[in-house]
Structures are given as structure tokens and as C-alpha cells.
């Protein structure tokens, strides 16, 4: 049933249903844990079975002693920080560690142990949700492109690109070669191989790849990564070799933001930014709602 199809279905159940119910009702499919339940498909579930394979491979934090300079940077924000990777953990899984003591939300400002101000969670991969929001509602159809993750991390967003596109290519390019060797791993026991490709490089080093893709993707890729001159030298390779009129590029957050938190402006006449409706997405969870609206989508001009 397309959606043409869907809709003129629902008007017609909402004429049967008897009017004191119609709030009940659409209360209930926005926002009901049953309806979101009946979403979880089977793409849904074999993200959440590479999930765990992956946190069985890492540490709690889900960082690695080898990132030394995200930990600076990550000490160094102004409110206390922690990293809870959002592809593996949840909010049931959050809450389920919280509860066991694996996990805290607080800490106090005196001695350091965690019992009182909130501490802020910062999270290097998108969540499930938010794939599933950036393949089917933000991105058109991807028949027959490629699309590259600058700073692949984790996979999450290649192994969500096989799951809820059609991309005919999903390359990762990540600095830290213990993560490329960790999505290897996945792209292998899960059969992605004929997709999907993570590259243990620096973005810097990926002129022809740039050219050739279609869709580019940069999920708050520098911030906590690079200085910010090395970030703003990544930034002028990216809008030298990514020019293809069309082309899209997805950011968290917006190219602005990311430009002014650099003290500088972003190339003119490079990028057009394109509406996204947010409301398509709406989780019970408000926070969640807030990190989706940080998903900015552009074309080249
Ligand atoms: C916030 S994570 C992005 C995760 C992933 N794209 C996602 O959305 O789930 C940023 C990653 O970019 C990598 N990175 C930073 N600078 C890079 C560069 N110049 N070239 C390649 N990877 C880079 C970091 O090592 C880090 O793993």
C-alpha cells in the first residue's frame, strides 16, 4: 500500500470512528509503544544484533584508549562529559545500566562520585531511530549512488545505509584503524562486503572518492577529533573535491554552526540547504526529537 493508498484508509477509518475517540487515536499512533513496536522490522532487528556483537567488542564508553585527544577534549567541555554511544546503548539499555550501577547520570561537583548535577551525554554515532529517520525521510531514493561517511566509526551509519537504502555503495573513511578493523569485522559476519566498505584513512587523502560520490555524510565528524585548524583544512578539502551540482550533504549540526563554532564562515555558493520535516519522526522520547532536528540536509550548487 503506497501512501496515497494508507492515507485514504485512514480517512476512512477516521470517519467510523466516533468523534470523542479520534484524539485517543491519533494520540495513540504518535505515540503509543505498541505502534512503535509494530515499526521494529527486520532491519530494525539485524541493526540492533550488530549492536550487540559490537558492544561485546568494546568498553562501556564504547571509546578506545588509542583516542587520547577526544578524551582532552571531551574533559574539557564546560558542563561534565561522558560518551554514550547511541547506536549501542538505547534508552531501555541506558536505563537498564543507570539502574545496575554500570552507568550514571550524576555526578558531584565536590568529591567527583556521582551523586548530584547532571552530567551531559555526548554520543559519536547516530542512533537507530535517526538512521532510520535519515534514509527514509530525509534522503530521496538511493538506487544506483554511493554514499560516504566521513569518519565511519562504528559502521552505523553504512550498516543503517544497507539496511533502509538502496545505495548501491556505502564507503566509511575513518582515521582510527582499530574501528575500521571492527566494522570489517561486521561487514563480514553480516555479508555486507557487496555493498559496503570501511577505508582506514584520513578524509584528507580521499580527493577521487569525494569526486565520485553522491551523497556525503558528516555527523559531528571534527569537533571532538581535530584542532580546529586541521578541522577547517578538512572543511576547504571537502568543499574543493565534493562540487558535483546535485550532490547532497547531510551535517550534524548545520554547516553554519559547525563554521561559526571555527570562528569562521562557511565557502559561498557551495551548498543550498534543503527543507527536512522533522515532525515526520516524532519519538516519545523529547530528547530524542531535539537530537533529530540537529540533522541538516544540503545540495550543491
Ligand atoms: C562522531 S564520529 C562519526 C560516527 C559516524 N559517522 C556516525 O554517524 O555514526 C567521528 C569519527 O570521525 C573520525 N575522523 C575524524 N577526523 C577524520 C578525518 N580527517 N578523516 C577520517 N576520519 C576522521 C574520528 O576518528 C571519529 O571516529
Not at 470523542?20 to 521494529?40: A, K
Not at 547532571?118 to 547516530?126: A, D, K, N
Request: proline share 4%; net charge negative; hydrophobic share 40%.
Amino acid at each position: 500500500m503506497d501512501f496515497s493508498e494508507a492515507k485514504r484508509e485512514l480517512k476512512k477509518l477516521l470517519k467510523l470512528t466516533a468523534p470523542e475517540h479520534v484524539g485517543r487515536l491519533l494520540q495513540w499512533v504518535t505515540s503509543s509503544e505498541e505502534v512503535e513496536s509494530l515499526l521494529r522490522d527486520n532491519r530494525s532487528v539485524i541493526l540492533e544484533n550488530i549492536a550487540e556483537d559490537l558492544r561485546a567488542s568494546l568498553p562501556p564508553d564504547a571509546t578506545l584508549p588509542s583516542e587520547t585527544f577526544a578524551a582532552t577534549k571531551m574533559a574539557q567541555c564546560a558542563r561534565r562529559t561522558v560518551h554514550v554511544d547511541s547506536f549501542l546503548l538505547d534508552e531501555s539499555l541506558v536505563d537498564s545500566m543507570c539502574e545496575e550501577g554500570k552507568l550514571s547520570r550524576s555526578f558531584c561537583g565536590h568529591c567527583g562520585s556521582t551523586q548530584t548535577e547532571e552530567l551531559e551525554f555526548v554520543s559519536h554515532s547516530f542512533s537507530a531511530p535517526e538512521l532510520r529517520f535519515l534514509f527514509l525521510n530525509v534522503l530521496p531514493d538511493l538506487t544506483g549512488r554511493t554514499l560516504v561517511d566521513v569518519g565511519s566509526r562504528l559502521g552505523a551509519v553504512l550498516f543503517g545505509g544497507h539496511e533502509f537504502s538502496s545505495a548501491a555503495r556505502l564507503i566509511g573513511v575513518e582515521l582510527n584503524e582499530d574501528f575500521v578493523k571492527l566494522q570489517n569485522q561486521i561487514i563480514h559476519k553480516y555479508g555486507l562486503q557487496g555493498r559496503v566498505q570501511a577505508l582506514h584513512s584520513d578524509v584528507l587523502l580521499q580527493g577521487a572518492l569525494l569526486q565520485s560520490a553522491d551523497v556525503l555524510v558528516m555527523n559531528n565528524v571534527f569537533e571532538f577529533f581535530l584542532e580546529p585548524q586541521q578541522q577547517l583544512r578538512c572543511w576547504r578539502f571537502i568543499s574543493e573535491n565534493f562540487r558535483r551540482k546535485g550532490c547532497l550533504l547531510v551535517t550534524v549540526p548545520g554547516v553554519q554552526e559547525s563554521f561559526s563554532r571555527l570562528q569562521e564562515t562557511p565557502p559561498c555558493d557551495w551548498l543550498e540547504e534543503l527543507p527536512v520535516n522533522y515532525d515526520l519522526y516524532l519519538t516519545r522520547d523529547p530528547t530524542q526529537n531535539e537530537s533529530f532536528r540537529e540533522i541538516h540536509l544540503y545540495r550543491v550548487m
